[in-house]
């Protein structure tokens, strides 16, 4: 894939933010911006969550957020399988497998985590090749600061992705389990990072989700705990990451 082969193919305007849809070679991806036109601002790329798409809830209210209350720009892309992507065979089966252990009330740790690395193989290229081309628009322009966004599978494509990635320089992450292959990626970062848990995660234990935070080299990292299970975490911690991209996107923001 290449710059060449992205396309805008709709535009919408709703409370002076922009949403483009866009195509990237087979790559379906959204884009939204702030009305205003103003000068350049700083790019954050999201990621979804498994079984989502680049327009599900929680990715339009956390753009929203991002563009009205930082002026960014928020660009998201269906994983592999995802959104209107097809799928392989073997997205069918792995999804199958998960399905019914989940049916069963059995463990779904060690089946996310392989199929997660397997989509994140192929989607980490991907977001390579988006972000050069986000980057010749003259809205955002080549030199501008990048963050990265991503909780769940998010996370498992978003640390093999920011740690290959030096334009990546602050992110946020969370509600992913520990794996040897996923902290090797993390051990590679040192950006400042957000990383978010669930306490009473039915799905994640507690030490995985610590170990996985504790990979991560960066000097600055913040570890944001909160009570409930794996889907409940709260709405405030996007405010939060909304103030982390300002403090290290733009400079704003305060520590305090």
């Given at each position: 894939m290449n710059s060449?082969?992205?396309?805008?193919?709709?535009e919408t305007t709703s409370n002076g933010v922009i949403q483009h849809d866009f195509t990237m070679g087979e790559v379906t991806g959204a884009l939204w911006s702030p009305?205003?036109?103003?000068?350049?601002?700083?790019?954050?790329?999201?990621?979804?969550?498994?079984?989502?798409?680049?327009?599900?809830?929680?990715?339009?209210?956390?753009?929203?957020?991002?563009v009205a209350h930082g002026g960014f720009h928020v660009a998201v892309i269906d994983a592999p399988g995802h959104g209107g992507r097809p799928r392989t065979a073997h997205d069918e089966r792995e999804i199958a497998t998960m399905q019914k252990a989940m049916a069963a009330g059995e463990p779904v740790g060690e089946i996310v985590v392989r199929y997660n690395a397997h989509l994140a193989e192929r989607a980490v290229p991907e977001w390579l090749a988006t972000l050069d081309a986000l980057q010749e628009l003259p809205e955002i322009g080549a030199d501008?600061?990048?963050?990265?966004?991503?909780l769940n599978m998010g996370t498992a494509i978003g640390v093999p992705l920011t740690a290959a990635e030096p334009r990546i320089t602050a992110a946020v992450f969370g509600l992913f389990w520990y794996d040897e292959s996923l902290a090797e990626s993390a051990r590679r970062i040192t950006v400042p990072i957000e990383f978010a848990l669930q306490w009473d995660d039915e799905h994640i234990p507690r030490p995985s989700g610590l170990a996985l935070f504790d990979a991560f080299a960066s000097k600055e990292k913040s570890l944001h705990i909160n009570s409930g299970a794996h889907k409940e975490l709260p709405r405030f911690e996007a405010d939060s990451a909304v103030r982390f991209f300002a403090r290290h996107l733009t400079g704003g923001g305060s520590t305090a």
């Open positions: 060449q082969h992205f396309h805008f193919t709709a009305a205003s036109g103003a000068d350049r601002a700083p790019l954050v790329l999201m990621g979804h969550g498994g079984g989502n798409h680049r327009k599900s809830p929680a990715m339009t209210g956390r753009a929203q957020l991002l501008g600061p990048v963050g990265y966004y991503g």
